[in-house]
């Protein structure tokens, strides 16, 4: 077994019996089988773990992800205002909003695959972007009250089923919030 390992489990272990998860019979047990009977780990192993990061680091690291997450769920909206405010062509602004989603696409790419952007809701970050820029897509054809509805219903069924595949809870209430004001939407 690589040193490493051998020391995130004995750092395991130790904490295990520190904060009395499990009888510290079974910690001594444990320890003595991966220290070789020396009971403690060595200066060696301990130099191999992580070292804990300092305050200041650490709530900046729990910070940028939201932040990132954050910028993603802006950049629809902000590319949607810019084109309520300006007049351009319908081929313009649909170039315009393919833009803003290959960018929210990248974001989400990003937030899946680079660890400090992660967070648990970007899945419904993204899925919002899209339904935004549906919508708006979706009022610049002829009849933008049934192609709006049939959209609504597509992204939802689209939401709930991603939801319960991917068990993204997220998700699944952003999606009930769009079936709910949807079905006000239609009363009113």
Known sequence: MDQQRKATIIHEIKYWKDNHLLPSHYCDFLLAL?????????DALDDLL??????????????IPHLFSLLMISIVPLVLSVLLLMDFSIAIEITIILGGIIVVSIFY????????FK???????????????????SGLLTNPFLYRSI???FMIV?????GLVKKDRWLLLISGLM????VIGLVI
């Open 179 to 182: 079936f709910v004001l949807g």
């Open 50 to 63: 992580p070292k804990d990061a300092s305050s200041g680091d650490s709530a900046l690291s729990m910070l």
């Open 119 to 137: 967070v648990n809701y970007s899945r419904a970050l993204y899925f919002i972007s899209l339904v935004l820029a549906g919508l708006y897509v």
């Open 109 to 116: 790419m990003l937030s899946q695959h680079v660890k400090v």
């Open 151 to 153: 959209m609504l219903v």
């Open 158 to 162: 689209v939401g709930v089923s991603l």
């Open 34 to 42: 991966y220290t070789e009977g020396t009971g403690a780990t060595d």
